[in-house]
């Protein structure tokens, strides 16, 4: 009863700090590379929330996934557009595999805009497709990466695997 409690806590903490934003504004401020780690944390506690309740196993963050969505995302961003191909034609596999990581692919959710990490993972968790890679339940690692550009926009990418 009290992990459900703790549940439905973390993912109302999430919808609430999703809409929340700062000065009044939907985008993102800058993001520290002190950041990175809070933000890391923050979405791996949610995505956990998200997995108790489908009474799944958590997943552990995965340095190799967090460097294979950190690339890609920056990939992205000089390619200036969003997609699962690398500007070299790599696979999410491929590019977690060159990261490092050993295991398989479950899938990797991508994102562009102004948003914010919560919003972009209340986005994630609204779609089917994207919500279905996070519930998978042969899913054990995840990672996350990000690239802010010259003009504002960030390109996230989450990447989670067996």
Avoid at 39 to 53: E, F, K, P, S, W
């Amino acid at each position: 009863m009290l992990r459900a409690f703790h549940a439905v806590l973390a993912l109302a903490l999430l919808v609430l700090a999703a809409c929340a934003s700062s000065n009044g504004s939907p985008g993102i401020g800058e993001i520290s590379p002190g950041d990175a780690n809070a933000i890391r944390l923050r979405h791996l506690d949610a995505v956990n929330a998200a997995r108790m309740q489908h009474d799944l196993p958590p997943v552990q963050l995965s340095a190799e996934l967090n460097a294979a969505a950190e690339t890609h995302a920056r990939d992205m961003s000089i390619q200036g557009r969003a997609w699962h191909f690398g500007s070299d034609l790599t696979s999410p596999r491929e590019r977690a595999f060159r990261a490092g990581y050993r295991g398989e692919i479950v899938g990797e959710n991508i994102s562009e805009g102004t948003d914010s990490d919560l919003v972009v993972l209340k986005t994630w968790l609204d779609f089917k497709d994207t919500r279905d890679v996070m519930l998978d339940p042969a899913a054990r690692g995840l990672g996350l990466g990000w690239y802010r550009d010259a003009t504002g926009k960030t390109w996230w990418v989450q990447v989670v695997g067996q």
